[in-house]
């Protein structure tokens, strides 16, 4: 796992869930051997993650230890 913050206008990496290019998103790729995920993306997956706790611990987001 990698995050490259260094502006890259080639598009050498592509998100593996929307498709979005490095070379046209407004913000970071993290990549890793075989799959990127965009900014956008993660941003989605945050509140999926969180939608879900919420939904299933009444909104108390304890950490499982
Ligand atoms: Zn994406």
């Not at 796992?1 to 490095?22: D, R």
């Not at 970071?28 to 611990?57: R, T, W, Y």
Request: charged share 15%; proline share 3%.
């Amino acid at each position: 796992m990698s995050v490259n913050t260094a502006l890259n206008n080639q598009p050498t990496h592509q998100c593996t869930f929307c498709g979005i290019t490095n070379a046209t998103l407004k913000g970071v790729m993290i990549s890793d051997p075989g799959v990127n995920i965009c900014q956008e993306c993660v941003l989605l997956c945050v509140d999926l993650v969180f939608g879900h706790s919420a939904k299933h611990e009444g909104g108390d987001h304890r950490e499982a230890h």
